[in-house]
């Protein structure tokens, strides 16, 4: 089993920041991406900020400059400091890995249960 634990959504106001963490555990071989995705209401689910394998990060366009995506290979990390946020930043956000768990199985993606982003006044 592969298991991604969220941590660090909650309540800030407009120009504010927060810093999302995930971990992933369990039977894992090699890591391909590991990132974040949101979701907000009435929206299909989108693509914040990933890492991939060899150091290559992508960002969405709404986000670039603002949020910073960081990882520590040795402990299956990944972090997202989110800074001057946006009331338009408020959804369910989503840790999302890539990875095969054996040397001869596939790639696969695993997903966080969510965390809670509102950004508010």
């Known amino acids: 089993q592969v298991q991604l634990v969220e941590s660090g959504g909650g309540l800030v106001q407009p120009g504010g920041s927060l810093r999302l963490s995930c971990a992933a555990s369990?039977?894992?071989?090699?890591?391909?991406?590991m990132g974040w995705y949101r979701q907000a209401p009435g929206k299909q689910r989108e693509l914040v900020a990933n890492?991939?394998?060899?150091?290559?990060?992508n960002y969405a366009d709404s986000v670039k400059g603002r949020f910073t995506i960081s990882r520590d290979n040795a402990k299956n990390t990944v972090s997202l400091q989110m800074n001057s946020l946006k009331p338009e930043d408020t959804a369910v956000y989503y840790c999302?890995?890539?990875?095969?768990?054996?040397?001869?199985?596939?790639?696969?993606?695993?997903w966080g249960q969510g965390t809670q982003v509102t950004v508010s006044s």
């Open positions: 999302n890995a890539l990875l095969r768990r054996s040397i001869i199985s596939t790639l696969s993606h695993y």
């Open positions: 369990g039977s894992i071989f090699s890591i391909y991406t």
């Open positions: 890492w991939l394998s060899g150091n290559t990060t």
